[in-house]
């Protein structure tokens, strides 16, 4: 990737055929690592990173409180997706706070893994501001067609994960070049595998949380573009929207802390 017009190109080039900038070395890796606590964390990786280390601090407080709750009560206390308590209680945060839950250590340890990797690729293409976008409105959308056509309790950062994938194809669809329908082609195996899993017998996987945050990370993805030849006052609005976005996540979090529910009030 080009580290000033972020156009992708080939490793053979040594200057960029879309920007005419001579190739170095790419942005993300040109920032001091030192700035990050003491450079523990990859810049690549960093806010991948962040909403990692949230999901195990949750991870870990909800097997905690499982032991007096009970798991799936836990879970729920915590703002799993539950369709009676979004459309009869309005409690609306859970389509957020869903995205940061799980159930079980391979749960988990599976989401992290293909987080880690797909986080920093799609942080990559389409910048930080628009990563959060995209990541914040897969968790919404999928939660949203879930709580419709699938109301149980449900949790996990697939959701988001597939809105990233969503971006990442639309991204292959909106570059019309070799390496755009290499990129297409590729996340696209990726869909087919995952609902494919949750077709298998045995399998708890919400396919609809994977449809509608796939069908939501495209949509942005597809109407924000890349940040190559942005003009400032676009890159300006989507800081702004991830700004707002981390903001509906906070008051999301702190209304759950709110509701949060005594051992004899759970479900």
């Known amino acids: 990737m080009c580290p000033n017009c972020r156009a992708f190109i080939t490793t053979s080039d040594r200057t960029c055929p879309y920007c005419n900038n001579p190739v170095g070395p790419r942005s993300i890796d040109m920032r001091q690592p030192g700035e990050i606590l003491g450079g523990l964390i990859p810049q690549a990786h960093f806010t991948t990173i962040l909403i990692l280390l949230i999901n195990t601090g949750l991870y870990i407080a909800t097997v905690l409180i499982g032991k007096s709750f009970g798991e799936s009560q836990a879970l729920w206390a915590f703002g799993a997706k539950f369709g009676p308590s979004i459309w009869q209680d309005h409690e609306y945060w859970r389509l957020v706070t869903a995205g940061f839950l799980h159930g079980g250590l391979m749960h988990i340890l599976m989401n992290s893994w293909v987080l880690y990797d797909l986080g920093a690729q799609t942080e990559q293409v389409y910048a930080t501001p628009r990563f959060l976008v995209i990541y914040f409105a897969g968790t919404v959308g999928g939660f949203y067609l879930s709580a419709r056509e699938n109301p149980v309790l449900s949790i996990g950062s697939s959701a988001g994960i ?13 570059n019309r070049s070799s390496v755009g329908r290499a990129v297409r082609n590729f996340y696209v195996k990726w869909v087919v595998y995952i609902l494919a ?13 994977h449809i509608g945050g796939l069908a939501a990370g495209f949509c942005v993805g597809y109407a924000a573009g890349t940040p190559v030849h942005s003009s400032r006052g676009k890159e300006a609005l989507w800081r702004s929207l991830a700004a707002v976005c981390l903001i509906l996540t906070v008051f999301s979090f702190f209304l759950m802390y709110r509701n949060f529910p005594q051992p004899n009030q759970v479900r």
């Open 162 to 174: 597939m809105g990233l994938i969503g971006a990442m194809i639309a991204f292959g669809v909106a």
């Open 197 to 209: 899993l949750g077709l298998i017998p045995g399998f708890q996987v919400d396919n609809w949380a």
